[in-house]
């Protein structure tokens, strides 16, 4: 028994091995004219794979790109479409390398702590003062997101000092708004909603 992993590899997988094979058979014909009907019905079993956009001029192109890069451009035949050879047509992305974005505390994410930073190196004044303000209620409402249960307000501005090495702090008359406290739901009464039974 033959295993695809022990047969040739295929370019482009999609259109199958048959394909292929369809194409290794074109090659060996001598006549032009044949050769390029041939390349012809290649084709159009190739638009199979898609058929709702066969008729469309760029799937077409497309279709013919495909047939020349899985015969290796070595088939001599006419085609509708001006096919030229890419540079590196098998040139594949390069990997994306990530920021290694080593943040503190996730939950507040890294622009927040970019905002820290840009801020902290602000001279002081009344602009710093209040994006300090701004920075503070935007943790805490970010925290509370994170975690929904209270927190005290020292330890975001813990965090904060912590976060600009200790270069940025809320203002001395600072207070948190009090609409980012989360109340919780008393718990109702047992036995009061209940019908008396007749």
């Not at 047969?7 to 006549?31: F, M, P, W």
């Not at 032009?32 to 019905?41: D, G, L, N």
């Not at 992305?93 to 902290?120: F, S, T």
């Amino acid at each position: 028994m033959e295993y695809n992993s022990q047969r040739e590899h295929l370019c482009i997988s999609d259109y199958g091995r048959n394909v292929v094979k369809l194409i290794q058979y074109a090659k060996t014909i001598e006549d032009r004219e044949q050769r390029s009907k041939v390349a012809e019905a290649i084709v159009s079993v190739m638009g199979q794979v898609n058929p709702q956009a066969k008729d469309s001029v760029e799937y077409r192109h497309k279709l013919w790109d495909h047939l020349m890069m899985m015969a290796d451009w070595d088939l001599d035949v006419d085609t509708p479409f001006p096919l030229t050879r890419p540079e590196e047509d098998r040139l594949r992305p390069q990997p994306l390398h990530y920021k290694d974005n080593k943040m503190r505390y996730r939950h507040y994410g890294a622009n927040l702590e970019k905002m820290i930073q840009q801020v902290a190196e602000m001279p002081e004044g009344e602009e710093r003062e209040v994006l300090a303000a701004q920075i503070a209620h935007t943790m805490k409402r970010e925290y509370l997101t994170w975690n929904s249960d209270t927190v005290e307000d020292t330890l975001i501005v813990d965090q904060m000092a912590e976060m600009s090495d200790n270069r940025l702090q809320p203002p001395a008359d600072f207070q948190f708004n009090r609409e980012y406290a989360i109340e919780k739901a008393e718990p109702r009464p047992k036995g009061k909603n209940k019908k008396r039974k007749k």
